[in-house]
Antibody
C-alpha cells in the first residue's frame, strides 16, 4: 500500500523560504503526477503545483513566481520550495499522488484526474 | 477565486439522500474528482472519473455529470458522512483547481 510521508520546517519568519519534502513508500514513482496542496486555517483547499517522475512541472499561476517543485527519483521523493513567505502562506501543506487519463464513450470524450493518496499534512506557520 | 462553484453548506436527515454539486465550464470535458475531509484530517478521495469509487469507499457514494455540473450523491447518509466535500478539476487555463467546498451536516 502506497504511503506518503512528508516533513519540513513548521515555523518560518516572513521573507524566508518554505521547504517541504514528501517521500513515497510502497509503490512506483513513475507514471504519476506528484502534487502539493495547501489549506489555510478555516479555508478550502488550494492546489500549488505538481511534478512527474521525469521532472515536468505545472504550477498554480497565482504562486508560480515563488514556487519550485523538484523530484529525486533515486530516493522516491519530491520537494516543495516557496520563497518570500508571508503570513498569508500559513497553512497545512499536503502532498498527494495524482493519476489521470481519458474516458471515451461513443462520441463523448472526457478527461479525468484524481489524487488518491495523500500525506498527513504539515502545518506551516509564518510569523515574525 | 475558484472556477468551480459549490454550495457552501448542505444538510440532510439521517438515512436520506443528498446531492452535492460542483459547477464549472471545465466540467463539460473533465470529470470532477470528489474528496471528503473531516476535521483535522487529510482529504480522502471518494469519487473519480465517470463514477468510480476507490477501494473502501461505501457504495452509498456515487457521482454523475451533466453539462457544466458534476454531482456527488450520498444515498442513505450516515452520521459519519458529516464532513467537508471538495470537487477538483481544471480551470480554463488548464490549472488544477478545487471548488470552494461544501460543508455537509447530517441531522
Amino acid at each position: 500500500q502506497v504511503q506518503l510521508q512528508q516533513w519540513g520546517a513548521g515555523l518560518l519568519k516572513p521573507s524566508e523560504t518554505l521547504s517541504l519534502t514528501c517521500a513515497v513508500y510502497g509503490g512506483s514513482f513513475s507514471g504519476y503526477y506528484w502534487s502539493w496542496i495547501r489549506q489555510p486555517p478555516g479555508k478550502g483547499l488550494e492546489w500549488i503545483g505538481e511534478i512527474n517522475h521525469s521532472g515536468s512541472t505545472n504550477y498554480n499561476p497565482s504562486l508560480k513566481s515563488r514556487v519550485t517543485i523538484s523530484v529525486d527519483t533515486s530516493k522516491n521523493q519530491f520537494s516543495l520550495k516557496l520563497s518570500s513567505v508571508t503570513a498569508a502562506d500559513t497553512a497545512v501543506y499536503y502532498c498527494a499522488r495524482g493519476s489521470g487519463g481519458i474516458a471515451a464513450a461513443g462520441t463523448s470524450v472526457h478527461y479525468y484526474y484524481y489524487m488518491d493518496v495523500w500525506g498527513k499534512g504539515t502545518t506551516v506557520t509564518v510569523s515574525s | 477565486s475558484s472556477e468551480l462553484t459549490q454550495d457552501p453548506a448542505v444538510s440532510v436527515a439521517l438515512g436520506q439522500t443528498v446531492r452535492i454539486t460542483c459547477q464549472g465550464d471545465s466540467l463539460r470535458s473533465y470529470y470532477a474528482s470528489w474528496y471528503q475531509q473531516k476535521p483535522g484530517q487529510a482529504p480522502v478521495l471518494v469519487i473519480y472519473g465517470k463514477n468510480n469509487r476507490p477501494s473502501g469507499i461505501p457504495d452509498r457514494f456515487s457521482g454523475s455529470s451533466s453539462g457544466n455540473t458534476a454531482s456527488l450523491t450520498i444515498t442513505g447518509a450516515q452520521a459519519e458522512d458529516e464532513a467537508d466535500y471538495y470537487c477538483n478539476s481544471r480551470d480554463s487555463s488548464g490549472t488544477r483547481v478545487f471548488g470552494g467546498g461544501t460543508k455537509l451536516t447530517v441531522l
